[in-house]
């Protein structure tokens, strides 16, 4: 990773912050997209005080404000000419019924809509490097998904905040995998994988409503400690996401074990209803932002 640049959302806490630091580790240069100024700024200390030979800067990024980030992506491109790996990694979780800037449910329009409208404002500096890579956290929630709820992505007829967070992980893993095909097909050399890391012990839960925040309660809490893992570990999925050259692309990677584990490559097997919801997730997606998120005209301009 020595001189590579790599762009990570949400990196001031839990997983992204380990991603952070093992980056640092590596001697990439991080860039830290994050809301609050003043914990990024702490954090950022912090890490260049544990390793003197870190190479970190900081950027405020709103990904509940399609304006921030639009900014966020200008002073990116503005100090760099190519980035070689994007995390888009941060996340919020059942969070009270609320909307985002631009008026979309919290949760989807944050973990998937912000990180669609990032990577497409990032593609370009993605594609300037010759093997660049693009890793979308997902989590095993993705799975509590109702039959029928993605017709529902905005949460406009019933919120649910568990089942609002479930979509929208699963939003992550199939933009991942429908973002590597069009790549593929588009003859980049470019990848997208997902990353599961698993069951974090990680303060993320704090942000649920108190009627849902079961894993804060004491025994709950033991269980917790019991089969998660901490987030040195839990960053390793996505990690490896980024660096295993064996990597075609639309794979996800999870830990081994329910929980836990070292990370394992697993190609995703998707239902027909899953196929069909690629395609559609892509096109509402860019009717959502307003948008028209052209990879392969990327990939040309590229060149």
């Excluded at 209803?273 to 990939?299: K, P, Q, Y």
Aim: contains cysteine.
């Amino acid at each position: 990773m020595t001189g590579r640049v790599a762009v990570v959302t949400g990196g001031t806490s839990g997983v992204g912050l380990a991603t952070v630091r093992e980056l640092c580790r590596h001697r990439a240069h991080v860039i830290i997209g994050s809301r609050d100024a003043t914990v990024a700024t702490r954090v950022k200390a912090q890490v260049e005080q544990e390793l003197p030979e870190a190479s970190i800067e900081y950027q405020q990024l709103d990904l509940a404000s399609k304006a921030s980030i639009s900014d966020f992506a200008v002073q990116v491109g503005a100090r760099h000419a190519a980035i070689d790996v994007l995390f888009n990694n941060a996340g919020v979780l059942a969070t009270p019924q609320s909307t985002t800037e631009d008026g979309f449910e919290l949760q989807y329009g944050t973990n998937h809509l912000g990180h669609f409208y990032l990577t497409y404002r990032l593609l370009p500096l993605v594609l300037q490097k010759e093997h660049g890579r693009i890793a979308n956290t997902t989590s095993s929630a993705r799975r509590l998904v109702r039959a029928g709820s993605v017709a529902d992505r905005h949460s406009r007829l019933r919120y649910d905040p568990w089942q609002a967070y479930a979509i929208s992980k699963k939003a992550n893993l199939l933009f991942a995998i429908e973002l590597n095909r069009r790549l593929v097909a588009a003859g980049a050399t470019a990848r997208v994988s997902a990353a599961d890391p698993g069951f974090a012990r990680t303060k993320m839960q704090a942000t649920a409503p108190s009627r849902h925040r079961w894993l804060t309660r004491p025994v709950s809490k033991a269980i917790v400690q019991l089969i998660g893992h901490s987030p040195a570990n839990a960053a390793l999925p996505q990690l490896r996401a980024t660096t295993d050259a064996d990597d075609a692309g639309g794979i996800l990677y999870r830990p081994r074990f329910f929980s836990s584990g070292p990370p394992v490559a697993k190609e995703v097997r998707l239902s027909d209803e899953d196929e069909s919801e690629l395609v559609d997730l892509w096109h509402d997606s860019e009717r959502d932002l307003g948008i028209t998120f052209d990879v392969e005209a990327m990939v040309a301009a590229s060149r």
